[in-house]
């Protein structure tokens, strides 16, 4: 058999052009691509913003003495109305619970942009003190009014 492969042709093995695309492995790559992103995207997110959802559970009756710690967002801290600082925390909540009462909850509210860094500055401080009974205060969104 032989063929006939330059000049003018017109004998019966003369080859006509394939003008068209494989689109096959084109198709394969990109499905084997699509999986590897599916796949790396989750891993890649490095800095997570986390808003905590208001907290939906009933209300509790409270103590007859309640004792409040807030933290703003700028890092002011408060026990009840009055503003401190975290050395002189513990101090500060000693006088205004009486001698004697580190048994009684204590309430920390924060609010949502405070840097959670603060936050455990004050949880840590609270139990190396003796403080363990701490609740946190949440919004309540559930629509019950009392």
């Known amino acids: 058999m032989a063929a006939k492969l330059s000049g003018p042709g017109g004998g019966k093995f ?3 052009m394939n003008h068209d695309i494989n689109v096959t492995p084109f198709v394969d790559v990109m499905l084997v691509l699509l999986i590897i992103f599916m796949v790396a995207a989750p891993l890649a997110s490095v800095s997570v913003k986390v808003a905590l ?3 939906n ?3 509790q009756t409270k103590p007859p003495k309640v004792m409040y710690i807030s933290l703003k967002a700028n890092g002011d801290l408060y026990v009840g109305d009055n503003l401190t600082d ?3 925390l513990t101090d500060a909540l ?3 619970e009486g001698p004697g009462q580190q048994d009684e909850r204590i309430f920390i509210r924060g609010d949502e942009n405070v840097e959670y860094g603060k936050f455990l500055e004050v949880m ?3 139990q190396d003190n ?3 009974s701490v609740a946190l205060v ?3 969104r559930s629509g019950v009014r009392k």
Request: no cysteine; proline share 12%.
């Open 14 to 16: 003369d080859v006509e």
């Open 53 to 55: 959802p208001p907290a």
């Open 57 to 59: 559970a009933k209300p």
């Open 86 to 88: 975290i050395v002189d």
């Open 94 to 96: 000693k006088l205004a």
């Open 124 to 126: 840590n401080t609270l």
């Open 130 to 132: 003796g403080f363990y």
């Open 138 to 140: 949440g919004e309540d």
